[in-house]
């Protein structure tokens, strides 16, 4: 199965400040037909996982635009610009180019 | 809007069949863009994708190897719902399910992206 890493495991964040998420992949997403299939979601406290980040760097429907994915082969990131506090929980990575799809372990973000 | 609502017993017995169903509403089962899928969460595993239903002309199905032996998704076109059949569980199995929808159209796919709200499925005698 393909391994995904996410660092840091937590982030403690000021609102407004900006916040990085890395997420690696045991094997490249990049599939011939030219899109790299890497997905971020965001599960609030109490909440199902909801879809972020679609292919690498785009935004699903309704997903503020202070989200922004990006990377190739195997090298990951996701960056809030500004941080709110209704960005708070646990952010995953997941790789949709072999089954089984896998996730990362998560990172979780707080407010300071 | 799509929605997908979950049922399901909370508390399964071990060596017994864990049963869940995902009814859907603003999609259809049968869809030709749409993929059904079934996922748990649990502190000692994190999320791990179980396996998919979807129909092309046929039904086809993907399951986890390691959940293969054990696990069967069926879809039910008359009541617009697809079902997780887990056999023989253990106290591992405990976790959050979840059930999701995978969907494309015009050349992307958005790979889960409508859940339902989760079932939390204890394994204990």
Known sequence: DVVMTQTP???????????????????????????????????????????????????????????????????????????????????????????????????????? | QVQLQQSGPGLVKPSQTLSLTCAISGDSVSSNSAAWNWIRQSPSRGLEWLGRTYYRSKWYNDYAVSVKSRITINSD??????????????????????????????????ELDYWGQGTLVTVSS
């Not at chain 1, 879809?51 to 994915?69: C, E, K, M, N, Q």
């Not at chain 1, 500004?82 to 995953?92: F, I, K, N």
Request: aromatic content about 14%.
């Open chain 1, 9 to 112: 495991l937590s982030l403690s964040v000021t609102p407004g400040q900006p916040a990085s998420i890395s997420c690696k992949s045991s094997q490249s997403l990049l599939h011939s037909d030219g899109k790299t299939y890497l997905y971020w979601y965001l599960q609030k406290p109490g909440q199902s996982p909801h879809l972020l980040i679609y292919a690498t760097s785009s935004r699903f429907s309704g997903v503020p635009d202070r989200f922004s994915g990006s990377g190739s082969g195997t090298d990951f990131t996701l960056k809030i610009s500004r941080v709110e506090a209704e960005d708070v929980g646990v952010y995953y990575c997941m790789q949709g180019l072999y089954l089984p799809w896998t996730f990362g372990q998560g990172t979780r973000v707080e407010i300071k």
């Open chain 2, 77 to 110: 076109t008359s009541k617009n719902q697809f079902s997780l059949q887990l056999n023989s569980v253990t106290p591992e199995d405990t976790a959050l399910y979840f059930c999701a929808r995978r969907y494309c159209s015009g050349g992307s796919c958005y």
